[in-house]
């Protein structure tokens, strides 16, 4: 398989250094991508790289997945335009465990299932044993401050428009970078790294490295940075980053993310975020086209990656949880839902609190849905409303006689009012 090829028709390749194309159909070639440990959780914006190294897994080259446990100390000045926050050890410790193993998860670092098993490692290892004086000696001298000035990241936090400039720390980045490369080639004959469109200054500069310090050739190339069509930021919404751990961001509301894809996003998304072939993938455009309110691309996206991210059964509950809200659906689906999938479902719906005492003999109609709650205006909306027959409880139609009880409890202290199709509201009990 052509790996490069293959990152060409999907629409990721961006930069790529003279030969590495030919290279890497010549060779069996061990490269690398490196994540830095910001948080205790990647993000889908680290999707794309994921994928960048599971694509040159499946093309029978050697992945390695570098945790940057040294230059998270340091932090990455690329794309940024203010200094990061330094971590403590503690933080920075917390992090990579949460990193590492959410890597596990897409890339196959057991030799017993694929004859180019991944690995897995933290350049902290390396660096912990280095002096600062061996640093500057053996690294320093090698590059040039005219060259390091030359880079994009600098230059644009010393221009006009900088309002902080750059510390010394983040300057030495590119440096730390760059010796992570020649590292992993002398030690593991790591021949090529790979990351996102705004690294390519600090992965040519590895590749200085190797070319100064190691007499030798090493390869490059980056992937575009993921946009949308409206100018927003990928990977965000209203209430901040989509994370790939399912505590930080539940499988329903990762699902719903690629849902609400636009068509044209979705069209670029297909080949960026999943493994489906191009004749698949043309097919399902051209699908997607001749009906678009049906949202298949969205649906497609949305079931392959939550499945990769999160599995099968993740993903089944992502869909009833959809259902709940936009089809058909019974008080035992609700009740099947986890707390926090119930209440993402169920964001922003209004809802009163109500105690434990109140649902020991039952709690009536009328009380529930106005003298209560206030989810209706009086009690004679309620007793419209109910001979309307348009009172739900858990998604079951109910009249006045219903008395609310503990039987009724979603996740042990909700329960879901209606009326009509749209109009919900939430009891909470206490």
Same mark, same amino acid.
């Not at 751990?245 to 699902?255: G, L, W």
């Given at each position: ?251 329903? *509301? ?7 894809? #636009?068509?044209? +996003?979705?069209? /670029?998304?297909?080949?960026?975020? =999943? &493994? $489906? ?42 869909? *009833? ?7 058909? #659906?019974?008080? +035992?689906?609700? /009740?099947?839902?986890?707390?926090? =999938? &119930? $209440? ?42 109910? *001979? ?43």
């Amino acid at each position: 398989m052509n790996f490069v090829e293959e990152l060409r028709w999907r629409g990721m390749l961006h930069d790529i250094m003279p030969e590495t194309e030919e290279y890497l159909l010549k060779n069996k070639t061990t490269g690398y991508i490196g994540f830095d440990p910001t948080a205790d959780s990647l993000h889908i914006g680290s999707l794309v790289p994921i994928i960048i190294l599971m694509h040159f897994q499946k093309a029978g080259h050697n992945p390695i997945a570098l945790v940057g446990g040294a230059t998270g100390m340091v932090g990455d000045p690329s794309g940024k335009s203010d200094e990061r926050n330094l971590l403590d050890e503690a933080t920075l410790a917390k992090n990579i465990a949460g990193v590492k193993g959410q890597l596990a998860r897409f890339l196959k670092f057991d030799s017993t299932d694929v004859e180019n098993p991944a690995e897995l490692v933290n350049n902290y290892d390396w660096m912990k044993e280095i002096s600062l004086i061996e640093f500057v000696r053996d690294v320093g001298k090698h590059i040039t401050v005219n060259y390091m000035m030359a880079k994009d990241s600098v230059k644009k936090r010393l221009g006009e428009d900088s309002k902080t400039g750059m510390s010394f720390t983040e300057f030495t980045y590119q440096l730390f970078q760059g010796y992570d490369f020649y590292h992993l080639y002398k030690e593991k004959n790591c021949m090529l790294q790979m990351g996102g469109s705004d690294q390519w200054g600090n992965i040519t500069t590895g590749t200085e490295l190797v070319r100064r310090k190691a007499q030798g050739k090493a390869y490059a190339l980056t992937c575009k940075l993921i946009t949308k069509a409206d100018g927003s930021k990928f990977g965000k919404t209203a209430g901040g980053n989509v994370w790939l751990d399912a505590n930080r961001t539940s499988p329903y *509301k990762f699902y719903q993310y690629w849902l609400n894809s #636009s068509d044209e +996003d979705a069209e /670029k998304y297909i080949k960026i975020f =999943t &493994f $489906l072939d191009k004749n698949t993938i043309e097919a399902l455009i051209t699908e997607h086209k001749e009906a678009p309110h049906t949202r298949l691309l969205q649906k497609k996206i949305g079931e392959e990656v939550t499945v990769m991210t999160h599995g099968k059964e993740a993903y089944d509950n992502a869909i *009833k949880a959809s259902n709940i809200l936009f089809g058909k #659906s019974t008080a +035992d689906d609700l /009740k099947s839902l986890d707390e926090q =999938t &119930f $209440l993402d479902v169920f964001d922003g719906v209004p809802q009163a609190e109500i105690s434990k005492t109140e649902l020991e003999s039952g709690l009536d109609m009328i009380g529930a849905l106005a003298a209560k709650t206030n989810f209706l205006k009086s009690n004679g909306d309620a007793r419209r409303a109910l *001979k309307e027959n348009s009172i739900s409880v858990n998604k079951e139609k109910v009249k006045e006689d219903y008395l609310i009880t503990f039987k009724d409890l979603i996740a042990n202290k909700y329960v879901l009012l209606q009326r009509g199709k749209k109009n919900y509201f939430l009891l909470k009990i206490n």
